[in-house]
């Protein structure tokens, strides 16, 4: 049997090509900290990124 301690969990895989931050806030026309906290918290990954702004209907300004 296998002990919790002894799974290892896979690195998340990158998806799509990496927004910068400034690239991120820029096309949804995002305020500072919200995109900074988003970008953090769901990383630079644009199809994630982009994925995560259409469920919230935040369409790109851009």
């Given amino acids: 049997m296998i ?3 002894e799974i290892r969990l ?3 895989q990158k998806r799509g090509d ?3 931050l400034e690239q ?3 096309k949804y026309g995002l305020a500072d ?3 900074k906290t988003l970008h953090e918290r769901f990383g630079p990954s644009s ?3 982009d ?3 259409l469920a919230k209907g935040k369409p790109p300004v851009k």
Avoid: D, G, H, V
Wanted: no cysteine; charged share 30%; proline share 10%.
């Fill in 18 to 20: 990496p927004y910068t």
């Fill in 33 to 35: 900290e919200e995109a």
């Fill in 10 to 12: 896979k690195p998340r």
């Fill in 3 to 5: 002990s919790m301690t």
């Fill in 24 to 26: 991120f806030q820029e």
């Fill in 51 to 53: 994925l995560l702004m």
């Fill in 47 to 49: 199809i994630e990124l």
